[in-house]
């Protein structure tokens, strides 16, 4: 597609479109919305590989900016495009309303692929993961948060490569002398690329001292096995405004084992769906829109339900800790989490 569009359009055409998309983000981005919104994969495509994407950092709907809406809709298969056009200071600059750079916003999504730890990595040194941080400079770095992700991805692919290659060297044995061996089956190897079962290959590559080279060390303790956490069948309300945080803090309750988890994306909707599921354990965020923020919600619940809260924020200020205590919560995790984090509070409700 990206062929396709590049061979089609002239550079004449090409200026002119972009123009357009510029006159377009200075009266608030109507088009750009919809393109985003409604249009299809090519589109979006279409729409990065043309735009000046610096002019989608500047406009925004509902407080958060199109070039973070653009990160959510993206198709995983165009999104290491997106990442590569918008570059390093683009990606780490501009915060949603909860104060989160897009960086963090693509490390959040589902269905994270190699093809975009790849684009990172040529985007990002060490050094500059190391400078990427929440507005208010709390939390994990970036490379602290992609070194995770990005280990755990591929140690997963080479598991995955390690089970496919051993099933079908089992099947050649058992087939060997019969009906003859069985054809090689693709195996992903760590760059999500195929190659065939059987074929030599070496480990991946130790990062070295190019700034470019990916750290994979990591924490022992972020990959112990998740059976050790308790109460895996009970219910846990996830509540948080933000789209992307919920289902990070979703996928990473999944891979701990934790499945019976509900949703909500307010205070208000918080105390109605904690009334009827009775969740075991709320994970609430402190700071949301409307009538009830993440502390008063939490007072709500409280005052006719024996849970159990910990609270989720990226504030770490005196004033909102203070409100918080009153509840008496379990804990605290500050934004942005990982799984190692998630675990310890998770062992501490024993």
């Known amino acids: 597609m990206q062929s396709e569009i590049q061979n089609k359009i002239s550079t004449e055409n090409l200026a002119m479109l972009r123009e357009v998309i510029k006159s377009d983000c200075a009266r608030q981005g109507r088009f750009v919305f919809d393109v985003i919104k409604k249009g299809e994969q090519i589109d979006r495509l279409a729409l990065i590989l043309i735009a000046d994407l610096r002019d989608l950092g500047g406009i925004e709907h509902d ?108 099947a050649n044995a058992t087939y060997k002398g019969a009906v003859g061996p069985p054809k090689n089956i693709p195996v992903p190897d760590e760059n999500g690329k195929d190659m065939q079962a059987g074929e030599e290959t070496g480990s991946p590559a130790e990062p070295g001292n190019d ?81 009830l923020d993440g502390v008063a919600a939490a007072h709500k619940i409280k005052a006719s339900l024996d849970t159990r809260i910990i609270f989720v924020t990226g504030s770490s200020d005196e004033d909102t800790l203070d409100r918080a205590k009153d509840v008496h919560p379990e804990g605290y995790i500050l934004k942005p989490f990982d799984e190692t984090k998630l675990r310890v509070a998770l062992q501490l409700l024993r």
């Open 63 to 170: 407080g958060v900016p199109a070039i973070h809406l653009l990160t959510r809709a993206c198709d995983k298969s165009i999104r290491p495009v997106l990442i590569e056009k918008a570059g390093k200071h683009l990606l780490s600059s501009v915060f949603d309303r909860d104060g989160m750079p897009v960086f963090f916003t693509i490390l959040g999504l589902g269905n994270l692929t190699i093809y975009d730890i790849n684009a990172i990595e040529k985007v990002f040194s060490k050094d500059d993961l190391r400078q990427v941080m929440v507005q208010k400079k709390t939390g994990r770095n970036g490379l602290e948060a992609f070194t995770e992700i990005s280990t755990q991805m591929r140690e997963k692919l080479a598991l995955q490569r390690k089970r496919l290659t051993t099933s079908c060297h089992k």
């Open 211 to 291: 700034n470019k080279s990916t750290i994979c060390q990591q924490d022992a303790s972020s990959m112990s096995d998740a059976g050790d956490t308790p109460n895996k069948n009970k219910k846990i309300l996830i509540v948080d405004d933000n789209e992307i945080i919920r289902l990070l803090l979703l996928q990473r309750l999944n891979d701990l084992g934790y499945e019976n988890c509900v949703q909500a994306k307010s205070g208000d909707e918080a105390v109605k769906l904690a009334e009827a599921a009775r969740p075991y354990l709320i994970f609430m965020d402190i700071k949301m829109p409307g009538k």
